[in-house]
C-alpha cells in the first residue's frame, strides 16, 4: 500500500518557537495533502488542504499565518507552527491523496508536539 | 451536509468474541465509505474500504458492507485478537476538496 512518512514524530519545543513538521510520500504522488489535529480521545480535526503548487485551504478557525503549509512538490508538504504555545501542543497527523488512488487517503504515523 | 455517526464506545470484548461497530452516514450521491485504524500512539491506517453500493470491504478478518438502503457501512468480525484493541474511525469523502468527514472514533478493547 501507498506509505506516508511524517518526520518528526516528536518534538519538545520552549514556547515562542517554530516549528517545522515534514509529510512525504514514499511511493506516490501526492497531488492533495492534508493536515490534522487530534486533541486527546477525540476525532480527527482537519486543519487545512494543500494542493502542490498552489496556497493552502484552510478551516473555519484556523490561523493562516499561525500554521503555514508549504506543499512544494508531488510528494512533500511541511507544517510550520509559528510561535508556539503551550495550546498548540497537539498531534499532527498528515495524510496524502492521488488522484490514481481513487480518493483514499493515507496518513502519515503522526507527530507529537509538546510547547513548554 | 455530510456526516458520519458511528457507535459510542468504549467497547470492551472477550478474546474471539464477535464484533460490531456501527457507522451510518448521510451524503450526496454515493461516495466511496472508509474504516480507519489508530493504534494508541500512532496514526491512521486504512483497514477497508467499498467504492459503490453493495460492495464488500475486507482486510485482516474485518469486514464491512456498504448498504445504501440503509446508509450504513458497519464493521464486522467474527473473532477479534488482543491485538485488535484500537480506535476505529468510519470515514466518507466528502466536499469540493473531497477530503474526509470522520465519525467520532470508536475504542475497542479486547481482553485476553
Known amino acids: 500500500g501507498a506509505v506516508v512518512s511524517q518526520h518528526p514524530s516528536r518534538v519538545i519545543c520552549k514556547s515562542g518557537t517554530s516549528v517545522k513538521i515534514e509529510c512525504r510520500s514514499l511511493?506516490?504522488?501526492?497531488?492533495?495533502m492534508f493536515w490534522y489535529r487530534q486533541f486527546p480521545k477525540q476525532s480527527l480535526m482537519l486543519m487545512a488542504t494543500?494542493?502542490?503548487?498552489?496556497?493552502?485551504?484552510?478551516e473555519q478557525g484556523v490561523e493562516k499565518d499561525k500554521f503555514l503549509i508549504n506543499h512544494a512538490s508531488l510528494t512533500l508538504s511541511t507544517l510550520t507552527v509559528t510561535s508556539a504555545h503551550p495550546e498548540d501542543s497537539s498531534f499532527y497527523i498528515c495524510?496524502?491523496?492521488?488522484?490514481?488512488?481513487?480518493?483514499?487517503?493515507?496518513f502519515g504515523p503522526g507527530t507529537r508536539l509538546l510547547v513548554l | 451536509g455530510d456526516s458520519v455517526t458511528q457507535m459510542e464506545g468504549p467497547v470492551t470484548l472477550s478474546e474471539e468474541a464477535f464484533l460490531t461497530i456501527n457507522c451510518t452516514y448521510t451524503?450526496?450521491?454515493?461516495?466511496?465509505l472508509f474504516w480507519y485504524v489508530q493504534y494508541p500512539g500512532e496514526g491512521l491506517q486504512l483497514l477497508l474500504k467499498?467504492?459503490?453500493?453493495?460492495d464488500k470491504g475486507s482486510n485482516k478478518g474485518f469486514e464491512a458492507t456498504y448498504r445504501k438502503e440503509t446508509t450504513s457501512f458497519h464493521l464486522e468480525k467474527g473473532s477479534v485478537q488482543v491485538s485488535d484493541s484500537a480506535v476505529y474511525f468510519c470515514?466518507?469523502?466528502?466536499?469540493?476538496?473531497?477530503?474526509?468527514?470522520f465519525g467520532s472514533g470508536t475504542q475497542l478493547t479486547v481482553l485476553p
Open positions: 495524510s496524502a491523496r492521488s488522484v490514481g488512488l481513487q480518493e483514499t487517503q493515507y
Open positions: 511511493d506516490f504522488q501526492a497531488t492533495t
Open positions: 494543500s494542493n502542490e503548487g498552489s496556497k493552502a485551504t484552510y
Open positions: 451524503a450526496t450521491g454515493y461516495p466511496s
Open positions: 467499498a467504492t459503490k453500493a453493495d
Open positions: 470515514a466518507l469523502p466528502s466536499g469540493s476538496a473531497r477530503q474526509l468527514t
